[in-house]
């Protein structure tokens, strides 16, 4: 069966007005995970994507790294396809063993992520993935975190982009982004 179209994937898209509070048009991937074929077909976008930009000269990409916790969804299923190891990113106190973290800042606060000191040994090249790039506060973070342990971020990989919030303004001080659909 042939893969869906990227318009027929972002169809399935779903759309909640005033979630998670008013104001906010909340873009649901979950449908898109819900249909075997298009998830698949999402998946071998990236894949692609991903090989064309990075796998190419004998070179490729060591490492999928997936942030707490929707980039668990993507991140493994990439890693496999890539032949490379996945690499959890947490929030703080979840991973056990020796850590190094990061604090960043929300729009309420801040909060701090870490990733276990044995997962990334230095100059492994790697790629972060995750669902929706807001104000790119996470994946910056992340970027940082990682660069702090000695890995060669390559770019941040994520299925949503909100281009109005300018969050891969903040990320491409640290890596390229890639963003499947943006709005």
Same mark, same amino acid.
């Given at each position: 069966?042939?893969?869906?179209? +990227?318009?027929?994937?972002?169809? &399935?898209?779903?759309?909640?007005?005033?979630?998670? *509070?008013?104001?906010?048009?909340?873009? %649901?991937? #979950?449908?898109?995970?819900?249909?075997?074929?298009?998830?698949?077909? &999402?998946?071998?976008?990236?894949?692609?994507?991903?090989?064309? +930009?990075?796998?190419?000269?004998?070179? *490729?990409?060591?490492?999928?790294?997936?942030?707490?916790?929707? /980039?668990?969804?993507?991140?493994?299923?990439? =890693? +496999?396809?890539?032949? $490379? $190891? #996945?690499?959890?990113?947490?929030?703080? /106190?979840?991973?056990?063993?020796?850590?190094?973290?990061?604090? !960043?800042?929300?729009? !309420? /606060?801040? $909060?701090? #992520?870490?990733?276990?000191?044995?997962?990334?040994?230095?100059?492994?090249?790697?790629?972060?993935? %995750? %669902?929706? &790039?807001?104000? /790119?506060?996470?994946?910056?973070? $992340?970027?940082?975190?990682?660069?702090?342990?000695?890995?060669?971020? +390559?770019?941040?990989?994520?299925?949503?982009?909100?281009? %109005? &919030?300018?969050?891969?303004? *903040?990320?491409?001080?640290? =890596?390229?982004? !890639?963003?499947? #659909?943006? !709005?």
């Amino acid at each position: 069966m042939a893969d869906m179209s +990227l318009s027929q994937i972002e169809s &399935l898209i779903s759309q909640h007005q005033d979630f998670p *509070k008013p104001g906010i048009l909340f873009r %649901d991937i #979950f449908p898109v995970l819900r249909n075997p074929h298009a998830f698949k077909s &999402l998946m071998n976008i990236v894949l692609a994507h991903v090989r064309e +930009l990075h796998c190419q000269d004998g070179k *490729k990409v060591d490492v999928v790294v997936g942030l707490d916790a929707r /980039g668990f969804l993507f991140g493994p299923l990439l =890693a +496999l396809d890539l032949g $490379a $190891a #996945f690499v959890p990113i947490r929030k703080k /106190g979840k991973l056990p063993g020796e850590t190094s973290s990061v604090s !960043y800042s929300l729009e !309420y /606060g801040t $909060a701090e #992520f870490e990733v276990q000191n044995e997962s990334i040994k230095p100059g492994q090249r790697v790629v972060i993935i %995750d %669902d929706l &790039l807001a104000t /790119g506060g996470t994946m910056a973070a $992340a970027c940082q975190l990682l660069k702090k342990i000695g890995g060669a971020v +390559l770019e941040g990989i994520v299925m949503i982009e909100l281009v %109005d &919030l300018k969050g891969a303004d *903040k990320v491409q001080e640290h =890596a390229s982004v !890639y963003s499947v #659909f943006k !709005y």
